[in-house]
T-cell receptor, first 113, second 111 residues
């Protein structure tokens, strides 16, 4: 299994508070991704990174920001959490060659009350 | 627009064969993935197709027709542990590394 961890694994927070989720990899992979998964929508890309300090928006980036200061860490921040951001968040990584298949972390279940 | 369609749910019997279909309309095409996801867990990689034809990997096979925008995942000798969601994902022409996921097919295997 690819070495990917996410923290925290579960979090309950109140509307309006900032939240940061962390993804850590030990594979030295170039690409990292943040997805959210909601019933009926499948996995939707929030932001991705193609290198240290190189990030770009995905299809559902409003209300989220990211940072990548080291190869191994990719942070997702909800600046002011809303109930619509209640979801399961998955981090994924992929290498720089071949099929670029993505490997997923265990996920973070976030509830915004 | 970009769209990936899969059936929402399927039911099959232990020991049988099941085919899960995926159709896609994307701006270009750079490959198609199948992932398995058990309830409450992360998706795990099953297969990758970039050329037309069938790729076989044990009990699982995946087929691709680029001209038809169509793929299927074939599961043989079904086992109870195959009960899971199966996600189809496409790399479109804009990127060699970003994926667009379908909503997934939930497969229930019954004894």
């Amino acid at each position: 299994d690819a070495g990917i961890t996410q923290s925290p694994r579960h979090k309950v927070t109140e509307t309006g508070t900032p939240v940061t989720l962390r993804c850590h990899q030990t594979e030295n992979h170039r690409y990292m991704y943040w997805y959210r998964q909601d019933p009926g929508h499948g996995l939707r890309l929030i932001h991705y990174s193609y290198g240290v300090k190189d990030t770009d928006k995905g299809e559902v980036s409003d209300g989220y920001s990211v940072s990548r200061s080291k190869t191994e860490d990719f942070l997702l921040t909800l600046e002011s959490a809303t109930s619509s951001q209640t979801s399961v968040y998955f981090c994924a990584i992929s290498g720089s060659s071949g099929s670029y298949e993505q490997y997923f972390g265990p996920g973070t279940r976030l509830t915004v009350t | 627009g970009q769209n990936i369609d899969q059936p929402t749910e399927m039911t099959a019997t232990e020991g049988a064969i099941v085919q899960i279909n995926c159709t896609y309309q994307t701006s270009g095409f750079n490959g198609l993935f199948w992932y398995q996801q058990h309830a409450g867990e992360a998706p795990t990689f099953l297969s990758y197709n970039v050329l037309d034809g069938l790729e076989e990997k044990g009990r699982f096979s995946s087929f691709l027709s680029r001209s038809k925008g169509y793929s299927y995942l074939l599961l043989k000798e079904l086992q109870m542990k195959d009960s899971a969601s199966y996600l189809c994902a496409v790399k479109n022409g804009d990127s060699s590394y970003k994926l667009i996921f379908g909503s997934g097919t939930r497969l229930l295997v019954r004894p």
